[in-house]
């Protein structure tokens, strides 16, 4: 079997890479994927409504390789114009997160597929690549000679849904190296005995997380889990925690001051129902986080509210205001969104997505040492990286 281009991988990059080679150049197109079906992945991102991408990107927002070139050649303006010649709707939010205006990451995969199809880009599923060379890949069924190839696997985040280190192991194999990888957002692991009442539980709070690696401050809804902790700040700080521990902090009430809170107890601590200090936060905090808190103060519930003294007020709003957790470490990257390391995108020109080591090879994509936050940041790498690997391929076969 013979093609112009070879795309590895149906995912986001995979399907942008081959669409965009194919409308430039209208060479022949194969796409291999090693599952049932393209998009799988792509399907479940955004609990199932596709964080297409953010209109406040920038490198900053980005750990691992230089993204800053790729970035500028395909930006998130050019994203939304790539998606609405696929017939895409889209709506922004105020939190700058970019959504199909359906709401189904299956119509953002459905549109994706579909141009393929009309394109004529033959997609070849259940086709694994287990070797590649300077023209030939090689597959259980046979041999695929092409002139360009672009390897966009993905990484090894969430094998429930596809994520596997393949792109890495043909990459290594024709030069490349591969970095250490690891998770990132993703639930983080807790030791238990201050929350173990508090599964299920959500509440807005203010997390500030520190391990070897860093410290960083994220706000929103956390979820307390039977693990640990879950919600939009924690999948944010968990890289953090990729294989080591460290401190999560919660202040509990980030819209107050530590005088303020202890203004509030003193205020309340006279009308306590039963005067029982288990009923001390009743309408202030949710009743189960109310009482978690006053346990974390040293302070037994069936204490006196109306004895409480300023050293037991000032204990108790500094629970409140720095509700401390000892992490164990993160969920894993069975549990992730996305893989952190792979290979370095510095074995690649940032002009092109093409490799250094193996010119007839281009890469984009989670296979690559990039990884974004949560918030659209990852799908908008894949989209450009991919769209820049299929532009460059289709212009170097013009040449």
């Known amino acids: 079997m013979r093609c112009d281009i070879l795309v590895i991988g149906g995912g986001a990059a995979g399907m942008c890479a081959a669409i965009t080679a194919k409308r430039i150049s209208g060479a022949s197109v194969i796409l291999t994927e090693r599952g049932e079906r393209v998009g799988r992945k792509l399907a479940a991102t955004g609990n199932g409504r596709c964080n297409i991408t953010n209109r406040d990107i920038t490198a900053e927002r980005y750990h691992g390789g230089d993204v800053e070139p790729v970035l500028a050649n395909v930006t998130p303006d050019d994203t939304q114009r790539f998606f609405e010649s696929l017939g895409i709707v889209y709506f922004c ?22 141009e393929c199809e009309r394109l004529g880009v033959e997609v070849m599923c259940e086709c694994e690549v287990t070797e590649i060379n300077r023209h030939t890949a090689i597959t259980a069924s046979g041999r695929i000679e092409f002139k360009r190839a672009i390897i966009a696997c993905g990484g090894e985040a969430s094998r429930s849904l596809g994520g596997c280190s393949f792109g890495y192991k043909l990459l290594g194999g024709v030069g490349h190296s591969v970095t250490r990888r690891g ?129 037991r007020i000032k204990l108790i709003a500094a629970a409140i205001k720095s509700f401390s957790l000892v992490c164990t470490g993160n969920c894993g990257t069975e549990h992730a969104q996305v893989t952190t390391g792979g290979v370095p995108l510095s074995e690649f020109d940032t002009a092109t997505m093409r490799s250094t080591v193996a010119p007839s090879i281009y890469a984009c994509g989670e296979v690559l040492d990039v990884d974004g936050d949560c918030g659209g940041f990852n799908l908008q790498w894949a989209w450009s990286s991919g769209i820049l690997a299929g532009r460059s391929a289709a212009m170097e076969l013009k040449k």
């Open 183 to 311: 998770a990132a957002i993703v639930p983080i692991r807790t030791k238990t005995d201050k929350i173990r009442a508090l599964k299920g539980i959500k509440t807005d709070a203010v997390v500030t997380a520190e391990s070897q690696f860093g410290r960083r401050t994220e706000q929103g809804e956390v979820l307390f889990t039977d693990y640990g902790l879950s919600g939009p700040p924690i999948l944010q700080v968990s890289r953090l925690f990729d294989g080591v521990g460290g401190t999560v902090t919660l202040d509990l009430m980030p819209q107050y001051s530590f005088s303020e809170v202890c203004d509030m107890i003193r205020a309340r601590k006279s009308s306590v129902y039963l005067d029982r200090c288990e009923f001390l936060f009743v309408g202030m905090l949710n009743k189960r986080v109310g009482q978690a808190v006053v346990k974390a103060a040293g302070i037994s519930l069936a204490d006196s509210a109306r004895a409480l003294d300023e050293r």
């Open 93 to 114: 939010g105020d939190d700058g997160k970019v959504y199909p205006y359906s709401l189904q990451a299956s119509s953002v995969v459905d549109a994706l597929r579909y």
